[in-house]
């Protein structure tokens, strides 16, 4: 399994680039999932609904299953940021899972950066930061020798990511 994380500022286009890269990953063959934190309190339940209900009854776990859709719902007492390891252990083994709002985290990362959100670029201080998406090839802040891989050419991503997927190893995770 190869992991990747995707660092940037919101608005640097992360989320469009993943979901680009979902899509060319699976047409290479490939079984991808995601993992995406959410800063803020989040609901993918609604009011009212069965399994909202057992929730706010008390129960720790909701699973929600149907014959095309799984949903695991689990009300924490204490609010727990979890790792991206741990969150890997719940996932099923799958050729690469794609990272997103974990850039602290210890795993290897693509940075996501456009020149004009005017924001500082993250890969000096991240030894984990393999390649930078970006849309100023020639313009970057600062010096460096990473890849530049174009924002907008999620096929040539795809095709640099399967061809460096070593960079990307489970095994080269802290902790897993």
């Given at each position: 399994?190869?992991?990747?994380?995707?660092?940037?500022?919101?608005?640097?286009?992360?989320?469009?680039?993943?979901?680009?890269?979902?899509?060319?990953?699976?047409?290479?063959?490939?079984?991808?999932?995601?993992?995406?934190?959410?800063?803020h309190?989040?609901?993918?339940?609604?009011?009212?609904?069965?399994?909202?209900?057992?929730?706010?009854?008390?129960?720790?776990?909701?699973?929600?299953?149907?014959?095309?859709?799984?949903?695991?719902q689990?009300e924490?007492?204490?609010?727990t940021?979890?790792?991206?390891?741990?969150?890997l252990?719940?996932?099923?083994?799958?050729?690469?899972?794609?990272?997103?709002?974990?850039?602290?985290?210890?795993?290897?990362?693509?940075?996501?950066?456009?020149?004009?959100?005017?924001?500082?670029?993250?890969?000096?201080?991240?030894?984990?930061?393999?390649?930078?998406?970006?849309?100023?090839?020639?313009?970057?802040?600062?010096?460096t020798?990473?890849?530049?891989?174009?924002?907008?050419?999620?096929?040539?991503?795809?095709?640099?990511m399967?061809?460096?997927?070593?960079?990307?190893d489970?095994?080269?995770?802290?902790?897993?």
């Amino acid at each position: 399994m190869h992991v990747v994380g995707f660092a940037g500022y919101s608005g640097s286009g992360k989320t469009t680039l993943i979901e680009r890269l979902v899509g060319c990953l699976g047409a290479a063959g490939q079984r991808v999932s995601v993992i995406k934190h959410a800063h803020h309190g989040f609901e993918i339940d609604r009011p009212g609904k069965d399994s909202w209900r057992h929730r706010k009854a008390g129960a720790h776990e909701v699973l929600v299953a149907s014959p095309r859709l799984l949903a695991l719902q689990r009300e924490t007492p204490v609010p727990t940021e979890y790792r991206v390891v741990d969150l890997l252990n719940l996932l099923e083994t799958v050729d690469w899972v794609l990272v997103e709002g974990y850039k602290q985290e210890p795993i290897p990362k693509i940075e996501v950066w456009r020149e004009s959100y005017d924001k500082p670029v993250w890969y000096p201080g991240d030894p984990l930061v393999r390649a930078i998406a970006t849309d100023a090839h020639s313009r970057l802040p600062e010096a460096t020798t990473l890849q530049r891989l174009d924002l907008d050419d999620p096929q040539g991503v795809t095709a640099w990511m399967l061809g460096h997927a070593s960079l990307f190893d489970v095994s080269n995770i802290t902790g897993s």
